[in-house]
């Protein structure tokens, strides 16, 4: 079971990035998908999470409106879209796999990080002002 991510980089204050999550060894289309990111000194947050359909979407309130959460079952990749990204965005951006999630799970299950069972190396984003 891997969840390798991808795509971080540094980008400046405005601009955009696409992260990658793409599993391997398990039955994607099952899972609770979500993105959490571990600013330096901080403790790791919730950023958002999409059900297993895709047809429900949850996003912290710092990145509502700015961050979009997509996924393809097809290719079992998540991704995270980050729009007029700020340099309070910088942080290591980590995926992770709930396989235990119901269909109808909801926000408050879905940005908390001990129902995830599987997550991603983490990715690097520098965001400059």
């Known amino acids: 079971v891997q969840l390798q991510a991808s795509g971080g980089g540094s980008v400046q204050a405005g601009g955009s990035l696409r992260l990658s999550c793409a599993a391997s060894g398990r039955t994607f289309s099952r899972d609770l998908m979500a993105w959490f990111r571990q600013a330096p000194g901080k403790e790791r947050e919730f950023v958002a999470a999409?059900?297993?359909?895709?047809?429900?979407?949850y996003y912290s309130d710092s990145v509502k409106g700015r961050f979009t959460i997509t996924r393809d079952n097809a290719r079992k990749t998540v991704y995270l879209q980050m729009d007029r990204v700020k340099p309070e965005d910088t942080a290591v951006y980590y995926c992770a796999a709930d396989p235990n999630a119901i269909l109808t799970a909801g926000p408050n299950y879905a940005s908390q990080q001990q129902h995830y069972d599987y997550w991603g190396q983490g990715t690097l984003v520098t965001v400059s002002s």
């Open positions: 999409i059900s297993r359909t895709g047809t429900s979407t």
